[in-house]
């Protein structure tokens, strides 16, 4: 598999204000990868060291085989700024096309790939408007159109879907699920849930430090011998439902994580049914359930002490 990005002991300050301390990871092509991690993480830093626009100052970075920040990259990385504005003064195909020339392309095949990448995500009837005439979801839609010029082999999208209503954000969602077969997508997004649908990895910042990089698997809880399932109940259940649940075979542990959700943690060699049998039990019970899913969310995966542990 090829590596794009290869990072090693990066670490940047602002002045006496560190921001990256000593990150080092891959990043392989493949399924989209998420970058996650509180405001001041470190997140935008780390996105603009490897497009260049920042210069390094401690550690060593590659991308897709050069120096970050290097020409040769042009055309080969693409991104999209989370505040991306255009120039309301030039049509949508008139500043695209200035794009591609930017990128070394000849006038007719900057033209040519502008009506490409307007047509990728559905702005190609909009080509000659202005970019003060498009809603914010086609704003964005344009923003990714101009990430996608030259055909790169790695795109870093900031926010692609910040501010949008639940049907636009869908909509880029799905347009970056289409693309993944074309580029590699490096998506920072405080929508968690958004990534988890998206990405198979995971680059988790803490106050500049990578505290995690990794798949979005249940493997370190396998390996310690655990799997887990989580159940949302009506609200109509018993206060001892923990202790029914506990009760089933090969059970470790029941957390109840909210009102009316519960986590079972179980030994899979044990019981390896274990659904089947909770849902026996509420069925036996009586009890009505809203939600049942095997593993652990994203979310879970990071913020749960217990994984950490794991």
Known sequence: MKTLIEATDLS????????????SFTVEAGEPV???????????????????YLPLQSGQLQVLGEQAGSSALAGRLGALPQDALFDPAFSLQSQLSFYGRLQGLSKVAAQ?????????????????????????????????????LGSPELV???????????VNAMQIRQLIA??????????????????????GTVLYLEKGVLVRQGALTQQAA???????????????????????????????????VQKHEYQLAYNPDIAADVDLQLLQLLAGKGWRYRQLSKGLSLEQQLFSDKTRRA
Not at 189 to 197: D, T, V
Not at 225 to 249: H, M, R
């Open 178 to 199: 289409n693309l993944s077969g074309q580029a590699t997508f490096l998506i920072s997004s405080h929508n968690i849930f958004e990534l988890e649908r998206l990405c």
């Open 34 to 52: 998420a970058l996650i991690g509180p405001n001041g993480a470190g997140k935008t830093t780390l996105f603009s060291l490897i497009c260049g």
């Open 156 to 166: 870093l999208l900031d926010e692609p879907t910040a501010g949008l209503d639940p």
């Open 222 to 256: 396998q390996q310690a011998g655990c799997s887990y399932l989580t159940v949302v109940l009506e609200s109509a259940v018993p206060a001892d439902v923990s202790q029914w649940f506990s009760q089933l075979p090969g059970v470790t542990e029941v957390q109840q």
């Open 112 to 148: 040519q790939e502008a009506e490409r990448v307007l047509s990728l995500v559905g702005l190609a009837q909009h080509s000659q408007q202005l970019p003060t005439s498009l809603s914010h979801g086609m704003r964005k839609r344009l923003s990714i159109a101009q990430a996608l």
């Open 12 to 23: 940047y300050a602002y002045g006496a204000q560190r921001v990256l301390q000593q990150v």
